[in-house]
């Protein structure tokens, strides 16, 4: 059990009008576009430039780098705001700020100045995160790519797979295997990547189920040489790296889902009180309502879970335990919401005219990456048992 | 947007814990066993402040918040979810009311001495008739002169066998609905209040409650709770309160069952390993701390919005809604990860399982609840 901090979730003035801006352009512009976004698989490339000028592309990143310096809990409410608007677009822009934060966290004064700004400012399209492999997915101290120094060069052999923005980003954190003989997180390296890097060959776009405007590729390395400097971090720190990430990253995923979620929820009920059924709008009946009521009741406290995990991120607390209690309660009931409200649309809830299909599809893919719901799970499980 | 909690509210929890650790846990199963009222222990929480958490120094209570309230309750709660709900009736059904709604002289009279701990007091507001419906009440107060004469019945009143007053809806006009109902309070000794033997339950078994009739009491109109036809708005803005209570017991009742699987997992072996090392345990117990840790902050924050004076209907109901049927699950699971142990009144987990189910039922059913909540979602 988590002790000492409980938050009330009362914004401040600056966490306000993040959460605001966000909420503007994610009604104005992203829920005009996602439907057609969505159909077309078209990568939101004008709505992450326009983002990046909103200031919501390296929210959680110091000013000095080009960042809003809003704090980890104003990246949570952009996040629960923009999904509302298209979980692809910002799944993307979840991933940048990752990213950016990362190099934050870990890189030198140059590697910050070099690729921050780039991130941030919205030059580059898009940064990319690349861990998990064909045969690496929950277990990623499995992977399999290497590193090899060779003279003043890293060369990097192997692939990728499920990697969001791979072929658009300018700037990539790759994981590699630098040492053997030592266990294997320890014998991981991380990093930086640049876009069209000779070697770095993209391959095909993964046909998804969801956010099908968001890009997901696999990627292959044949003999791709990089400069030493471009070591993030230190010679085997890569795992450590890749599991600080992941931590702030399942902050912005569960974010995503309740925002989903509350996208699908708010059109559920705009649905409920307009169909009727037997005389009367299928909002009236109690079989209906009683969803409803469940589905608002779970995500008010998923807001709360993610917004204490948050809140623990931003105070410099730890907070490996609330992001996973966080991920995994946030994109289960959000799942659920988003199937409830397919239900309360019976066969509209099935076709693509209505949003409740596309949140549907959306939504599955947060109980999947950045952790599972079972690794979210075993990380709980650890913690609670020490 | 984090709060700490202050150093006011972290001693108040730990003196409770403490509290609970020593004098309710070991003697909870006896109590449970016996159906034995723990008159001395309550009165020793009474002691710790307890009596009116929320309730005003100037008026005999801690003069603390309701944030330390449901962080008091849950650790009571985790000890002997009895001994939870005796106080959370006396502070949220009882103080919380006549602190709110009675006049000074009342509050001299009916609020001191409770919020102090000297004396106990219930709520009446169920009839056999009028559970989840609570408007349909038939208890009747008739006016005669500068008193009313009160007739009818209600039950399933938790502290009713002990209590030394009671706050009591009636209906003073038949023909009103819930604008003819109206609030008393009424000490226990009143000539006409005849109450009848405690009630066998499923669980909460150290909790007394009761059927009460009342056959022609008389009651001076001075101990009228607010206006006539105010008692409906006054009971439902109780209850908006009384929730907050019932969420932090039934947490407590699974914190105590969840902490009580954890060790126990930790120690029993199958397959030459603790069964906390199989997968299967492991994940059910994730989801019991990740499933407590939102009702708490679900109900900290219906709290929250208690102490600033927002209207909190919702919060509450979600608050309640998720804490009881989550408290329900844990303690399901607990039970499991016990084997055969948890199907044994040797160990606590048994107790708990029974303890828990009351939460989902009383201070308005978890269908109730839906209801509130729905209500505000689809307005």
Redesign the interface.
């Known amino acids: 059990m988590s002790e000492g901090t409980v938050a009330f979730f009362e914004p401040n003035e600056l966490q306000t009008m993040v959460q605001s801006t966000a909420r503007k352009y994610a009604q104005e512009s992203l829920a005009q576009e996602a439907a057609r976004l969505d159909r077309e698989q078209r990568f939101p490339k004008e709505q992450l430039a326009e983002l990046a000028e909103l200031g919501l592309m390296g929210i959680n990143v110091p000013e000095a780098y080009g960042g809003a310096e809003a704090g980890a809990v104003s990246h949570a409410l952009a996040l629960m705001e923009l999904s509302q608007g298209c979980a692809s677009t910002t799944v993307t822009l979840a991933v940048n700020n990752m990213v950016a934060e990362t190099i934050v966290k870990f890189g030198d004064e140059e590697q910050k100045q070099r690729y921050i700004p780039e991130i941030t400012s919205g030059r580059f399209t898009a940064a990319s995160f690349a861990l998990s492999e064909a045969h690496s997915g929950s277990d990623a101290a499995s992977l399999r790519t290497t590193a090899r120094l060779d003279g003043d060069s890293w060369v990097l052999n192997g692939s990728k797979q499920w990697i969001t923005s791979g072929d658009v980003a300018g700037v990539l954190t790759v994981w590699a295997r630098t040492e053997t003989g030592v266990s294997q997180a320890k014998g991981i390296s991380c990093f930086l990547v640049e876009g069209g890097t000779p070697g770095l060959l993209v391959g095909k776009h993964e046909d998804k189920m969801g956010l099908r405007a968001s890009s997901t590729v696999g990627l292959t390395f044949e003999d791709m040489r990089i400069p030493k400097s471009a070591l993030l971090g230190a010679r085997g720190q890569g795992f450590a790296i890749a599991m600080h990430a992941l931590a702030g990253g399942r902050i912005g995923i569960a974010s995503q889902a309740i925002g989903i979620a509350t996208a699908a929820l708010t059109e559920a009920v705009r649905y409920a009180k307009d169909r009727k059924a037997f005389g009367k709008p299928i909002g009236d009946y109690q079989a209906l309502r009683f969803m409803l009521a469940d589905c608002d009741t779970e995500l008010a406290a998923a807001r709360l879970l993610v917004l204490r995990a948050a809140g623990h991120k931003e105070a410099g607390q730890p907070y490996t335990l609330e992001g996973s209690m966080a991920k995994v309660f946030a994109t289960e009931k959000a799942n659920r919401a988003c199937d409830v409200a397919v239900q309360v649309h019976g066969g509209y809830g099935y076709i693509n005219e209505f949003a409740a299909e596309r949140h549907y599809r959306d939504v599955r893919i947060t109980t999947i990456y950045e952790g599972t719901s079972e690794v979210q799970r075993i990380v709980i499980g650890r913690e609670v048992l020490k | ?5 202050s150093e006011e509210q972290k001693l108040l929890r730990d003196t409770c814990r403490e509290f609970a650790d020593r004098e309710l846990k070991p003697n909870a199963k006896k109590w449970d066993r016996a159906h034995e009222y723990p008159r001395e222990a309550v009165q020793k929480a009474f002691e710790l402040g307890l009596g009116g958490v929320a309730v005003p120094t100037e008026w005999g209570g801690a003069g603390m918040d309701n ?1 330390a309230y449901a962080l008091a309750i849950e650790e009571i709660s985790r000890g002997d979810a009895s001994v939870g709900v005796t106080l959370s009736v006396n502070n949220s059904l009882y103080c919380d009311p006549v602190m709110k709604f009675g006049t000074d002289e009342q509050k001299e009279r009916f609020l001191r001495p409770y919020a102090q701990g000297e004396k106990l007091g219930c709520f009446g507001l169920t009839e056999p008739q009028a559970g989840s419906d609570a408007a349909e009440q038939r208890t009747t107060a008739v006016r005669k002169g500068d008193r009313y004469v009160i007739n009818g019945t209600k039950n399933w009143i938790t502290n009713g066998p002990v209590a030394d007053a009671i706050v009591l809806f009636t209906m003073t006009d038949l023909s009103k609905g819930t604008k003819g109902i109206t609030a008393f309070v009424v000490e226990t000794n009143t000539p006409g209040f005849l109450r009848q033997k405690s009630d066998e339950k499923l669980g909460i078994c150290a909790s007394p409650s009761c059927t009460i009739f009342f056959e022609n009491m008389e009651v001076p109109a001075n101990q009228r709770l607010g206006a006539e036809g105010e008692g409906f708005k006054i009971a439902m803005g109780t209850l908006d309160g009384g929730r907050i209570g019932i969420a932090a017991q039934a947490l407590g009742i699974g ?1 105590a069952a ?2 009580e699987a ?1 060790e126990y ?2 120690v029993r072996k199958t397959f030459d390993i603790p069964i ?1 090392q199989h ?1 299967a345990i ?2 059910m ?3 019991m ?10 109900t ?2 219906a709290a ?1 919005l208690k102490d600033r004076g927002v209207r909190h209907s919702r ?1 509450s109901a ?1 608050a309640k ?2 804490a009881s049927e989550a408290a329900n699950r844990v303690c399901d699971k607990a039970v499991q990860i016990h084997g055969g142990m948890g199907y044994s009144k040797e160990l606590d987990v048994e107790r708990h399982f029974r303890d828990a189910r009351i939460t989902e039922i009383y201070e308005g059913t978890s ?1 109730i ?3 509130v ?2 209500n505000a ?2 307005k």
């Open positions: 947007m984090d709060i700490e909690l944030i914190v969840y902490e954890r997992s930790k906390s997968q492991q994940f117990l994730a989801d701390a990740t499933e407590l840790d939102a009702a708490r902050l679900l900290l924050r929250s919060e979600m809604l998720f269908e609840q839906r209801l909540i729905s979602l689809m």
